[in-house]
């Protein structure tokens, strides 16, 4: 985490903040307002950075939330995967 800017750091702080405790769905619907956020404010992730960032996450988490985690991750991946390949 200590190799990741502050910017990007400070927008993953917020997004867990507003997101801990809050259901699959509810997850879901403020998880997209923000990556879309997070394009208009030119701020991508690498995937160490993601990497670092969702284990941070995982430390802190509930098991019923590290199995939204994954679910939201497996979503993700679906989703990544399907739009490769139109």
Same mark, same amino acid.
């Given at each position: 985490m200590k190799d990741i800017p502050r910017e990007k750091l400070e927008f993953l702080s917020t997004l867990f903040a507003k997101g801990h405790g809050k259901s699959q769905k509810e997850m879901m619907a403020l998880l997209m307002p923000a990556m879309r956020k997070a394009k208009q404010e030119h701020l991508t992730f690498t995937p160490q950075e993601m990497?670092?960032? &969702?284990?941070? @996450?995982?430390?802190? =988490?509930?098991?019923?939330?590290?199995?939204? &985690?994954?679910? @939201?991750?497996?979503? =993700?991946?679906?989703?990544?995967?399907n739009s490769r390949q139109t």
């Open positions: 990497q670092a960032a &969702i284990t941070a @996450i995982k430390k802190y =988490s509930t098991e019923a939330e590290l199995q939204q &985690i994954q679910n @939201i991750l497996e979503k =993700s991946n679906a989703q990544r995967n």
